[in-house]
């Protein structure tokens, strides 16, 4: 075999190749780079319905992420779904009376939070809550009332 | 109907003290751990032999499985209108299964065989007793050494073989087929979890390391040592590997992403 020097570079290689690979999976193959955000402060949002909302689905405002879904609970009083997310510190100007709305990315898609800004002077902060919500759009629930109101004329 | 029986008798013993003698020896081979990973160089010679050299086998079949399941996906994904996601198909089930399975199998054919044949060899050659005559423990130089190389390369080399994997997958889907280059991989960063999936991949694949050098290690220590011994040996190895390999792969998918 080869010298103890040479031996000692390749394994050396090896060992840097292996954790390379392990990184790259890491970085550019799956979510890790997203879960960098974690300054910024939490926010509630209470939902008649959530629909297919995910916890770590996409908070944006026209368009932009701006922050993901970290919780979603059930109000047992009153039966409605409690949706945190987490909001990146850098937005800290969003108006309090901003509404929360859920919809669907594309007509399959998954479903995200998408924030509408209101005109108040004050600005959301932590553990703030929306007031003005809109629920997910259910599919079935469109289809059933469009079969029902075609049915009545 | 009594020889029978006893033949039946026999071989459950045979392989249960076969079984107890096998977690004798992982025993010994750990409790072995600390001072021989306080010997580096020990480590990085196996690790040489047992990862360097298996790199190859690893990258040309990762390049080739990842090429594959690119051609194959694209076909059944266009039927759907979907190749877009043709990305999260090859990185998961890269990183879930394939990597972590494929490489097993493909260590356990190229670095476990050729553990047994050393050590069942310096054992029909004597070397062994020989070292013992000298007041080493062959446990310890020989065997630990090559036990913590197997562990420490086979998470590296399933990552390797998941890496290059998806570089050929992305070479036939964005390359030949034209997928498009952002949603193959937007798509696929959105949908692969760090913990889910690359996580659970990478414990898949230090067990599977586990098994495969504690088989082929006891299998060569455990041969007769003659040159048939040697050879039985060594063929026992690939195919209980493969079996364990398969086996537990079940069990962990069961555990890890099965809702149980």
């Known amino acids: 075999m080869q010298n103890p020097k040479s031996l000692e570079t390749l394994v050396g290689l090896f060992v840097v190749i292996g954790i390379g690979a392990l990184f790259f999976l890491g970085l550019n193959v799956s979510n890790l780079a997203s879960y960098s955000d974690t300054d910024g402060y939490t926010i509630t949002a209470r939902f008649e319905n959530s629909g297919g909302l995910k916890v770590r689905s996409p908070v944006s405002v026209a368009g932009v992420r701006i922050g993901r879904v970290t919780a979603i609970d059930f109000d047992n009083t009153s039966y409605e779904s409690v949706v945190q997310m987490k909001i990146g510190a850098q937005y800290n100007t969003l108006p309090d009376d901003s509404s929360a709305s859920i919809f669907t990315a594309g007509l399959l898609g998954e479903q995200y939070i998408g924030l509408q800004t209101g005109a108040s002077e004050d600005y959301l902060t932590h553990n703030s809550e929306l007031e003005l919500t809109q629920s997910a759009i259910v599919l079935e629930e469109i289809i059933g009332q469009f079969l029902f109101s075609e049915k009545e004329n | ?260």
């Open chain 2, 1 to 260: 109907m009594i020889t029978f029986l006893s033949t039946i008798g026999h071989s459950v013993i045979a392989t249960l003290t076969k079984t107890g003698r096998g977690a004798l020896f992982l025993k010994q081979t750990l409790s072995y751990t600390f001072s021989v990973l306080c010997q580096p160089r020990l480590i990085s010679k196996q690790l040489f032999s047992v990862g360097v050299l298996t790199i190859l086998i690893i990258t040309i079949s990762g390049l080739f499985v990842g090429m594959v399941l690119g051609l194959q996906g694209y076909y059944i994904l266009s039927d759907f209108g979907a190749e877009e996601t043709l990305g999260v198909m090859i990185a998961a089930s890269l990183v879930r299964e394939l990597g972590p399975v494929v490489s097993a199998l493909l260590f356990a054919g190229r670095a476990g065989s050729s553990l047994t044949a050393e050590i069942g060899l310096m054992k029909a050659t004597e070397q062994l007793s020989g070292m013992e005559m000298m007041a080493v423990d062959p446990i310890q130089r020989i065997v630990c050494p090559r036990f913590l190389a197997g562990c420490l390369s086979m998470p590296l080399l399933a990552a390797i073989f998941s890496m290059v994997g998806i570089l050929g997958g992305q070479l036939v889907g964005v390359s030949l087929l034209g997928v498009d280059e952002g949603a193959f991989w937007s798509q696929m960063q959105s949908s692969i979890d760090f913990y889910d999936d690359i996580l659970n991949g990478v414990i898949k694949s230090v067990v599977f390391g586990f098994v495969v050098t504690w088989i082929s290690l006891f299998e060569g220590y455990d041969a007769i040592p003659t040159s048939e011994g040697v050879s039985r040996a060594t063929t026992r190895t690939v195919v209980y590997s493969s079996f364990a390999i398969l086996g537990m792969d079940f069990i962990l998918t069961a555990l890890m992403f099965g809702d149980i």
